[in-house]
């Protein structure tokens, strides 16, 4: 049974801290996806990719969010420094063609303080 | 832009009730039309699916008709159980001829709460 994992799971940090959150997209799949959602602005979309490229990362915060894909099996969003603001749960999603839905991963919890 | 609109929420019923939540669109092309369902602490897990106008999509009792016509895919249950308490987003794939990327529109989410 093919699912997105994310890690870590939960994280608490400080204030100016450095946070990565790291996703594996279903083998095969060629489009990345990263939201965040919060309980006032709800699932918003950062940043995706399609075969390791970014297409678009109009939703993230360009001074401190970037989001990269080393590898197809590997994509990572950084925020550096982090704020109190960036607390939210963060999802990885995949995909495999235009027109095809989206797979969501369990999500990172950040809490920042 | 292509928008999702749905019902808002919590929508709360008893248990074996009919559930239905509305959902509406605007989109150009031909989109591709999901509901997901996501439970307390867990990510949006993809519920049923229509890919073209008049296709029904169904799953665990669940079920949605892509409608054209009045640009809408209302999701709906005969008999709701507890079991099916979470958050409910109707969302929009952009069709193969507007050149998108398989990017996803959600709608604004409508809880469902269901009582014994």
């Known amino acids: 049974d093919a699912r997105v994992t994310q890690t870590p799971r939960d994280k608490v940090t400080e204030m100016g801290q450095e946070v990565t959150m790291r996703c594996q997209p279903i083998?095969?799949?060629?489009?990345v996806f990263w939201y965040r959602q919060t309980m006032m602005q709800g699932l918003e979309l950062l940043a995706y990719f399609r075969n390791r490229a970014p297409l678009d990362d109009s939703g993230m915060p360009k001074d401190r969010f970037s989001a990269e894909m080393p590898d197809a099996t590997l994509a990572t969003l950084k925020i550096q420094p982090s704020e109190p603001r960036d607390s939210a749960v963060y999802f990885c999603?995949?995909?495999?063609?235009?027109?095809?839905?989206?797979?969501f991963g369990p999500g990172t919890r950040l809490t920042v303080t | 832009g292509d928008s999702v609109t749905q019902m808002e929420g919590p929508v709360t019923l008893s248990e074996e009730a009919f559930l239905t939540i509305n959902c509406t669109y605007t989109a150009t092309g031909y989109p591709s039309l999901f509901w997901y369902v996501q439970y307390p602490g867990e990510g949006l897990q993809l519920l049923l699916k229509?890919?073209?106008?008049?296709d029904k999509g169904s799953n665990k009792g669940f079920e949605a008709t892509y409608r054209k016509e009045t640009t809408s895919f209302h999701l709906e249950k005969g008999s709701v159980q507890v079991s099916d308490s979470a958050v409910y987003f109707c969302?929009?794939?952009?069709?193969?001829?507007?050149?998108?990327?398989?990017?996803?529109?959600f709608g604004a989410g409508t809880r469902l709460a269901v009582h014994p």
């Open positions: 083998l095969g799949h060629n489009t």
């Open positions: 969302a929009l794939s952009e069709g193969l001829f507007s050149g998108g990327y398989n990017k996803l529109i």
């Open positions: 999603a995949s995909g495999l063609a235009v027109g095809s839905e989206q797979y």
């Open positions: 229509a890919t073209k106008a008049d």
